[in-house]
């Protein structure tokens, strides 16, 4: 059974900082793409960063000021997110794609959220 584990979301005032961290556990051999969502109230989930070996994506919206990196050896995921916006707020979900444990191949797993709050 893989679990993602996010941590360090909270409330930050506009142009702050915040460094999210998401560590997947289980009986991994290897995860090909780790990444972060996000989903506003009323709105769609939407991607904001993911990569793997060959390649880095940002939405247009967190380009120059959010960060994402790994850790392979510890299946781990962060994001470091800069010049937060009000509309940065959001619940940001951790997901892992075709993950490779002892029991599956190809599995997609998603974290249980941290809330993400700009505010004056």
């Known amino acids: 059974q893989v679990q993602l584990v996010e941590s360090g979301g909270g409330l930050v005032q506009p142009g702050g900082s915040l460094r999210l961290s998401c560590a997947a556990s289980g009986n991994i051999f290897s995860i090909y793409s780790m990444g972060w969502y996000r989903q506003a109230p009323g709105k769609q989930r939407e991607l904001v960063a993911d990569m793997n070996s060959a390649s880095t994506n940002y939405a247009d919206s967190v380009k120059g000021r959010f960060t994402i990196s790994r850790d392979n050896a510890k299946n781990t995921v962060y994001l470091q997110m800069n010049s937060l916006k009000f509309e940065d707020t959001a619940v940001y979900y951790c997901?892992?794609?075709?993950?490779?444990?002892?029991?599956?191949?190809?599995?997609?797993?998603w974290g249980q959220g941290t809330q993400v709050t700009v505010s004056s």
């Open positions: 997901n892992a794609e075709r993950v490779v444990t002892v029991e599956s191949i190809g599995g997609i797993y």
